[in-house]
Structures are given as C-alpha cells and as structure tokens.
C-alpha cells in the first residue's frame, strides 16, 4: 500500500525533478572553471594577441577576460571633454516649387479627352449638332478642322491648323494632344463630325479599361489592297487610342509623316501605329466590346429594330443635323427606360428588405428611395400647403387672398392632374377606366427635403369593362421629387473688368450728390478701384432751355471739377439729357452707342453707397452672353419712426429695426453693354408698335421679356442706401408707378415701429 503510494507520488513529481537536474548539470558544462592569467604587457598566456598602438589588445575580449589597460588609463577614457560650439553657416533655402493644382502633384489625370475631326464646311451644321448632343455629357471635347470661318460658333473649342490636307491634319492633330493633352488625359477617344456618338456608353467603355494597357480600339479593318499585315481602325465609327500607346508612339510621329504614304487619314495612323508599337485595332478587348452601327441611306432611327443598332456605341453615316438629333432623341429614350427600370427594381428590393426590418413595412418611405419628409422641430418650422382649384389659387404674391391660377402655377397643376390620372388609370385597367370630371380641392407645398407635394381630391367617373359607371371621389398624393445636384459650368469671370458706373440726376436729386461724391471718393478714388464714374445730367424741357442762363447742375459740375483737381488721375464725364419721361431704356440707349460692346455697366441712383465689395460682386455676378444681375440694396427706415425718441446711430448695421432689403427696387442693374444691345434689338418690332413702351417698361422687365439671359436676383448686403422719400413719377407705367408708392411705403419703418406710434398718437387723442 505504501509502495503504491510512493509511486503514484514519484509520477507526478519525478518531471519537475529530473528538469531541474538536467538544468544544473547544462549550467555547469557551460562554466569554464580555469582563470586565465592576463599581463601587462599585452600578451595572453597561450594566446598570441597583437597590441594596438595605444597598448590595448585589438579585438574583442573573452566574456571572462580582464581588460590589459591600467585603471588609471581607463579612468581618462571616462573624463568628460569640453567639444568647443562651431556654428554651421546655413545655405540659402532652395525655392520649392508646388503645383497649382493638387491633381498635377499627385500625377491624377482626367479618364477621356474627345477630339471631333470636322472641316470648315461642316463645323456650323454637323459639327454643332454632334456639340450639342455630347458636350455636356463629356468633360473635355475639342474640335480639329483644317481651315475654319471667321465666326466660331457659340460654346465650341475650335483648334485650327490652317491646312485643307487630311493626313497632315491628323499628324497635326496627334501632335497638338501630345503637346497639350498627353499628361492629362488616360484615354483619347477620336470621331468624325458625321458620325453620332452616344457620350455615356464611351464613357461606361473607358471606365473599365485599364489605363496602362496599350490599346487600339474601334471598328477594325483590313488595309486597302491587303498588302499590309495587320488592322487599323476605321475612323467613320471613331476609335479609342490609349495614353500608354500613345506615349509609345510619340518619338516615332514624325518618321510617320516622312515615310507613310496613304489617301485616308484613319489608315495613315493605323499604319503609324502598326508600324511603330505593333498593336493592331480591336473591336473587343477583355470582353467588353466595341459596338457600332452602320446607318443605311434616308433611315429613320425609330424604325431600326435590330440589337446591333440598339448596343452600338457610334452610329455613322449620319446626313445632316436633323438626323443627328433624331439619333439623340432616341438613344436618349433607351437610356431613360433603362433607368426607369433600375428605379423599379430598386424599390422592388427595397420593399423585399424593409418586410424583415424592425419597424416591418413603415420603415420604407413613400416614395421608395425618396428622402423622408422634413420633421419641424417647432411651430415656426411647420410647412403650410396651398390651396389651389383648377382656376384659382388662395396663396398670391401680392399678398391678396384669392387670384387667378395662371402661368407657370397653372402649367404645374395640369401637369399633375394628367399624372395623377394617368398613374391611376395605370393601376386599375384593364378592370376600370377612369375619367376625371373635375378637381374638387388641391393642396400643395415645397418640401426642401424631397421636393414638391401634393394631395388632391378628384371627382372621377369610374367605367367597368361592361360600361357601367358611376361617380366617385379619390384622394391622391404625389410628389415631384428634387433631381440629383449637378456642377453646371459658369463662363469664365474675372475681378479685374472695369465698371461703368452710371448715376442719372433730376432736380430733386441734386441735394444728395454731394454725400455721394464723398462716400465714392473714399471708396473708389482713394483705393485706384478700378471704375469709372459717369453722370447723367436729366433736364426736361424748361430746364434745358434756361440751362445757360440757369443751370441746373452747375453746382455739381463745379464740384466734379473740385474731385477732378483733387484726383488727377481720376475723370468724372459727365452726359446732359432733355425728356419729359425720365426712363431707364432711353438713358441706356444715349450711353449704350458711346461705349464698346463689352463694357461692364452698373447702373445705380445717388442713394447708393458704393463700396469695391460690392463692385467685385456685380463682376462676379454679371456674366457676359450669359447671366445679368439686379442686387437688392438694403434701405434704412426713416429715422423719425425707427429711432422715435432715440438718438441716431453713426453707422447704420443690417438689422431688422433699422432697415431692411427693399424687393419692390429694380433701379441698381449690372450688365454688360453687348447684352442690352442684343436684347435691345429684340424688342424693336413691339416699339414700333407702341413707342410708350419705352416708358412702360424699366431694364428689369425689359431683359425678363426679351432676352434668354439668365436674370440673377438677389440681396446685397454691401449694398447700402440711406432713407430718402422717392418722387414716383405718374407718367410712368401703372406697374412702375405703383412699385414706387408701395416702395416708400415700406421704407417707413417695421411694423412694430408703426404700431408704437400709433399707439402714442392714439394715447395722446385720448388725454
């Protein structure tokens, strides 16, 4: 019993013993239990060990050695040593050079350059058309031509070589990508102007091709007399050429022009290419295919079936701009359905997924994709809906409580009626027909999150498939969702265009030129901005018969003398005018003819503080053949109501009791002298009609009337106006006139200023 005891003791102890003996016995194997004697005169006993010069042994000790080297040698060693402080002469820091843009740093490169061969004879026909359909789709589309007219047409880079010959136009070409382009651009898609070229599908193309492949890809086709190994690409159906390749290429373009001889220049760079990198054109590469189509004679593209037709990238020959557009259209169409039919099947799945979220079914949003509608977090946030029927609305900008549907109002609720019909016939045929009798209410607002909705109550007439019918009321909800926020390219503006500044003065005005010229002194003169100050001296008729005997202006003629020996390098002209009817359209003719067609005006009135902020905006805003800018100055409140047994301030700031942002002005405008003439002249045909129309109409409603500019109106905080009372004029139009009253009006002061006095005058009645 002991025995087994023991030995079921011994098992689990006799590891951990044996261990530690075999770790002692390994330890003292490894000890060397001889002392070696050292000496000082370098030598080791049975060692041959060579001393160093400063008596110390050369090469590394033994872990047990001693070192040869007395104590007091070795203590020196030790000392510290003062290392005298010698100061570096510091060369001049090298300039460094940073690349405009983060993109030319970091070597990033746009995916696809589009060049577009034309001729002189079809740049304005074909040439335009293949501009519209494709240029806002791509980023970068420039069009080669030999010879080229004088007038380039509108929103087209035109590079010219001034050569009629088609093979030294393409080396010309290639040689102009390689000079400007071939670091910016991956790929380089090349297409003749009579070929129609559906922009996405080239784009979807690239975006699946590699950048460092040296490839060759378009239509191919065999050389003419097929003595020639290889294919080249057929330039009716454009080709895409690599930037790779086209790097390949470059030390060799010009043994292309010497020693390759050809009649077509699409085969000429072929040759180049198979010549020189060995790369013949394909039409598929990797699986992704270059589709094409050729176009029959006279074809209408609504009638072409075939697949081939429908896939193709390119379709060439195209005749004329009609055809091209027609082409547009329908590709256009095919692309639309297709994403239609992505939309559905998205919010198919989204419908599929939300049935096992947490909330079930509510947490798919009506529509589905659509962003959910805005959540107010107070009553002051809460959205209101308009009330409209089909020929009244209850919500009108005049402020009146009930007005006539019409306009663009009335377009947009016929608009959603029709969908609102169509959606439900829609739904319920071939069971139900419905017809609409009439829209009983409608209700709409803007939601800022998902856009514009709707609810409407429709009278409907409900038909079966037997003709049995009868009268029902459905309410329906429908949104116009906002589309998807897109970078629209502006022209190029700069900061550096000088202004015309044009202040017209009658008799009343004459009282406030004086703080105008000190204001504008201080902020135009003094800076050298760069403007020009011209004034208009408006007599009537009495006024200008007296005018040498008693002028008017002579004060202020006499004062832009005094600013002028001030100033010397600044010139005041000045320009005297006779009407009965002071009108803006008649000024800006007199001013128009004395300028050039690119001259910048501002117009303003003597009330306005001008300031270079201000000054640079309108450069900003005003967009030559584009854009023209009416700000909203901001008008102090009569002094008398807005600080009533207060004392004024020195300075006015923008708040609510000291003024605010007058809507019904439309006097200050900035735009450019070729935009009122063009628009000018649009409206020559209703003048000689009705020469009133002159005085009926102010700038403002003269260029929304009559021209396709874009008219930018908005607020201008740097634009600052004192309070003054304005004459309205009667002889003017209704519009105008009334404009003008409601003007004063509102310039008198808030409503809780009014109020207050009122209530004071009422109080004072009363005692």
Not at 145 to 171: A, Q, Y
Not at 615 to 641: A, G, K, T
Request: charge should be negative.
């Amino acid at each position: 019993m002991r025995f087994s005891a023991f030995i079921s003791v011994l098992r689990s102890v006799g590891p951990v013993i044996i261990g530690i003996s075999l770790g002692f016995t390994l330890s003292l194997l490894s000890v060397n239990w001889t002392e070696e004697a050292c000496y000082l005169d370098g030598t080791v006993k049975g060692e041959d060990v060579t001393l160093g010069q400063d008596g110390q042994l050369k090469g590394a000790r033994k872990p047990n050695s001693i070192s040869t080297v007395n104590d007091a040698e070795s203590e020196e060693d030790f000392e510290p040593r003062i290392v005298p402080y010698k100061q570096v002469q510091q060369s001049a820091p090298k300039k460094v050079f940073r690349a405009k843009y983060i993109s030319t740093e970091l070597g990033m490169r746009e995916r696809l350059f589009v060049g577009v061969l034309t001729s002189k004879n079809s740049i304005n026909t074909l040439g335009v058309a293949v501009n519209r359909t494709i240029s806002h789709h791509l980023d970068s589309v420039v069009f080669f031509t030999g010879m080229r007219n004088r007038k380039v047409p509108h929103g087209m880079f035109v590079v010219s070589h001034g050569d009629e010959r088609l093979i030294w136009n393409m080396f010309q070409t290639i040689r102009y990508i390689f000079d400007h382009y071939i670091n910016e651009y991956d790929w380089f898609y090349f297409v003749q102007d009579d070929a129609y070229t559906e922009a996405d599908r080239i784009k979807d193309l690239v975006d699946h091709l590699s950048m460092d492949r040296e490839l060759y890809m378009g239509s191919p086709e065999e050389f003419i007399g097929g003595e020639m190994e290889g294919k080249y690409c057929y330039g009716g159906f454009g080709y895409l050429l690599s930037r790779t390749l086209l790097l390949r290429l470059q030390p060799f373009l010009e043994n292309c022009r010497n020693d390759i001889l050809s009649a077509r220049p699409d085969e000429w760079l072929g040759r180049c290419i198979i010549d020189y990198t060995t790369t013949n054109c394909v039409g598929e590469y990797e699986g992704l295919h270059y589709h094409h189509y050729e176009l029959g004679k006279n074809s209408d593209p609504s009638k072409e079936q075939s697949e081939q037709f429908q896939k193709a990238l390119t379709v060439h020959p195209v005749s004329d701009p009609e055809q091209m557009y027609r082409l547009h259209r329908y590709f256009t169409e095919i692309e639309l359905q297709k994403t239609y039919d992505e939309i559905a099947k998205l919010q198919a799945e989204i419908k599929n997924v939300s049935v096992v979220a947490f909330e079930g079914n509510r947490s798919a949003q009506w529509p589905v994709g659509i962003n959910p509608p805005f959540e107010p977090k107070s009553r002051f946030e809460v959205l209101k809906w308009e009330y409209f029927t089909e020929k009244e609305i209850y919500s009108c900008v005049d402020g009146s409580p009930k007005c006539e549907l019409r306009g663009i109002d009335s377009m947009d609720v016929a608009d959603v009626i029709d969908i609102a019909m169509g959606e439900l016939n829609k739904k319920y045929k071939p069971v139900l027909h419905l017809k609409k009798q009439q829209l009983i209410n409608g209700y709409r607002r803007f939601d800022p999150v998902r856009g514009m909705e709707y609810t409407l109550d429709l009278q409907l007439e409900v038909v079966n498939q037997k003709g049995h019918s009868r009268s029902i009321t459905k309410r329906v909800h429908l949104v116009r969702p906002l589309s998807r926020i897109e970078i629209i390219p502006m022209p190029y503006v700069t900061e550096a265009t000088r202004i015309h500044i044009i202040i017209p003065l009658t008799l009343q005005d004459r009282s406030y030129i004086n703080h105008f010229l000190e204001v504008f002194a201080s902020n135009a003169f003094e800076t050298n901005e760069n403007s020009i100050l011209t004034l208009l001296f408006i007599y009537d008729p009495v006024e200008a018969q007296q005018v040498n005997q008693n002028d008017i202006f002579a004060s202020v003629k006499t004062q832009i003398n005094t600013y002028e020996r001030k100033y010397p390098t600044v010139k005041i002209p000045w320009i005297s005018v006779k009407t009965e009817t002071p009108s803006q359209i008649k000024f800006m003719d007199i001013i128009s003819k004395k300028h050039p067609v690119d001259t910048l005006f501002f117009l303003a009135n003597v009330n306005t503080n001008v300031n270079s902020e201000f000054l640079n905006r309108c450069r900003m805003n005003s967009i030559n053949n584009w854009q023209v800018f009416f700000p909203i100055h901001f008008q102090d409140y009569n002094p008398d109501v807005a600080y009533h047994n207060q004392q004024r301030p020195a300075t006015v700031d923008l708040v609510k009791d000291a003024g605010h942002f007058d809507r019904k002005s439309f006097e200050e405008a900035c735009f450019y002298n070729s935009d009122y003439m063009a628009t000018r002249t649009r409206m020559v045909a209703d003048v000689q009609e009705n020469e009133e129309i002159l005085e009926t109409l102010d700038i403002y409603d003269m260029f929304v009337k009559y021209s396709s500019l874009h008219v930018f109106r908005a607020v201008e905080p740097a634009l600052h106006q004192q309070y003054r009372h304005q004459t309205c004029n009667p002889r003017l139009s209704e519009d105008i006139y009334h404009r003008c009253v409601q003007s004063n009006l509102d310039g008198l002061g808030s409503r809780s200023q009014l109020a207050m006095l009122l209530f004071e005058q009422e109080q004072g009645n009363s005692t």
